[in-house]
């Protein structure tokens, strides 16, 4: 039996922006590996009439203009084919890239990775023709609250994280299990040399080679500062059973359990 390689389709009117995982760095790298599949979709490809439109002025009037739902409804439908022709067929769930969607976290992210991956629209403009949505899409995800010009950015965030956790993408795989939210908590400062910068030096304890000291200093320093900026994630750390007696000690030590 085969076994399903994370994928991702992207359906976009700028598909060479994807160039930019596609080609740089450890995602790169990790898809000439064969360890992730990119397949693009331009919308334009799937228009019916000469001027290849994509879009139309928004009935009701107002400003910008709306995706039409034919040319995003028959991209969707060729990356859906392929993804059922594929040695390990399956269906992947269906996401638009919007400030409207559900909060991408790091909880969603497993998700999409544990489910093998997804087709991603990232649209453009004022919207998406809402029967469109209605119709073809699962879900729709948000990187943010704000807005940026398009989809392409948003699903190249969701695409980097996910690929950051295929074993073997990144050089150490701990790196993937140790950072900021993988955790819990938010991940604890790092130095490096000079051993002096601006005179300031490294913490006494890391250049200790004392390993039990320096995983207590490094886990009291990521408590610390995720209870001083992300107080809600030490709760639902809490709540999930991942602060021990001694990280609740340092916390009552610091007077974490007054303000949070
Ligand atoms: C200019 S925005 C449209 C914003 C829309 N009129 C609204 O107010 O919700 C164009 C596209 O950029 C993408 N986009 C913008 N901000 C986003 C965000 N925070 N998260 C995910 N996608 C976003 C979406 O694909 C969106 O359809």
Redesign the pocket.
């Known amino acids: 039996m085969s076994v399903a390689v994370l994928r991702f389709d992207v359906i976009s009117i700028f598909p060479a922006m994807f160039d930019a995982i596609a080609a740089h760095g450890i995602t790169a790298r990790a898809l000439e590996r064969g360890l992730w599949q990119l397949q693009r979709w331009n919308p334009r490809d799937f228009t019916n009439d000469a001027y290849r439109s994509i879009d139309d002025r928004p009935y009701g009037g107002g400003p ?1 203009m709306v995706m039409l739902a034919q040319p995003l409804a028959d991209a969707i439908a060729a990356a859906r084919a392929q993804q059922e022709a594929m040695p390990a067929a399956r269906r992947l769930p269906v996401l ?6 559900r909060p ?1 976290d790091h909880e969603r992210l497993l998700s999409l990775v544990e489910g093998g991956g997804a087709t991603l ?8 023709d809402q029967r469109l949505l209605d119709t073809c899409v699962d879900e729709e ?11 392409e950015l ?1 699903a190249m965030m969701m695409i980097d994280a996910a690929v950051r956790l295929v074993p073997g993408a990144l050089n150490d795989d701990r790196s993937a299990t140790e950072e900021s939210f993988a955790t819990g908590l938010l991940d604890c400062p790092q130095y490096t040399s000079p051993e002096r910068y601006r005179d300031l030096p490294v913490p006494e304890v890391l250049l200790s080679g004392h390993h039990a000291r320096i995983a207590r200093w490094r886990r009291e320093r990521a408590l610390e500062i995720t209870w001083q900026r992300r107080p809600e994630l030490l709760q639902a750390a809490r709540a999930a059973g991942r602060l021990s007696p001694v990280d609740e000690r340092f916390l009552a030590d610091i007077g974490a359990h007054e303000r949070d």
């Open positions: 910008g638009h890239l919007s400030p409207r969607g991408f629209i990232a649209s453009r403009y004022e919207a998406v995800v948000s990187v943010g609250d704000f807005v940026v010009s398009g989809g948003p």
